[in-house]
T-cell receptor, first 112, second 113 residues
């Protein structure tokens, strides 16, 4: 529920503006990256993924960018809506041994 | 929604007691995972399974054991619960291992007094 959001970095965005959530990963062996969205009281839900042979992938209102040189991943949300308010996690497959490892998350707060 | 059921959804127990959390899936997915979620730590992998009777440790496996005797069920056991194991526990399933989408359950909130 709400308690898992404590101590998280928070991004506040005006409704209608674009949001950019950033994530740094550490394992250069990772070749699969995913963004998840977690609403209060629920389990995380898949948003979009990208493989390391790509730099960019687009979905509906979302774009993921991958910069392997600096090990950086970002999620762009176009025309942010109140329903986008959630905690967003990036995840990677680290050592490619069937495990998916998550980052600590960023809370996205939508301003009216 | 993917067919994942966690039970119990809420549990309060005392230090030193055994606790078992159950994850049940109806998707026939090969991979099943247990994560814990705590403020400031995000989701941390406890144990996972890549098939019946095939399990392996995650990032924070100490104090936890798992069993998977059939495809649809993955049990997480705390042999002797401690207050540091107070957390929200999430089960997830996947058909693709480390390159597949994870589907999460609704979570089980465990409080150890």
């Amino acid at each position: 529920g709400e308690s898992v959001g404590l101590h998280l970095p928070t991004l506040s965005v005006q409704e209608g503006d674009n949001s950019i959530i950033n994530c740094a990963y550490s394992n250069s062996a990772s070749d699969y990256f995913i963004w998840y969205k977690q609403e209060s009281g629920k389990g995380p839900q898949f948003i979009i993924d990208i493989r390391s042979n790509m730099d960019k992938r687009q979905g509906q209102r979302v774009t993921v960018l991958l910069n392997k040189t600096v090990k950086h991943l970002s999620l762009q949300i176009a025309a942010t809506q109140p329903g986008d308010s959630a905690v967003y996690f990036c995840a990677e497959n680290g050592n490619r041994d069937d495990k998916i490892i998550f980052g600590k998350g960023t809370r996205l707060h939508i301003l009216p | 929604d993917a067919g994942i059921t966690q039970s119990p959804r809420h549990k309060v127990t005392e230090t030193g007691t055994p606790v078992t959390l159950r994850c049940h899936q109806t998707e026939n997915h090969r991979y099943m995972y247990w994560y814990r979620q705590d403020p400031g730590h995000g989701l941390r992998l406890i144990h996972y399974s890549y098939g019946v009777k095939d399990t392996d440790k995650g990032e924070v496996s100490d104090g936890y054991s798992v069993s998977r005797s059939k495809t649809e069920d993955f049990l997480l056991t705390l042999e002797s619960a401690t207050s540091s194991q107070t957390s929200v526990y999430f089960c997830a399933i996947s058909d693709g291992g480390d390159t597949g989408e994870l589907f999460f359950g609704e979570g089980s909130r465990l409080t150890v007094l």
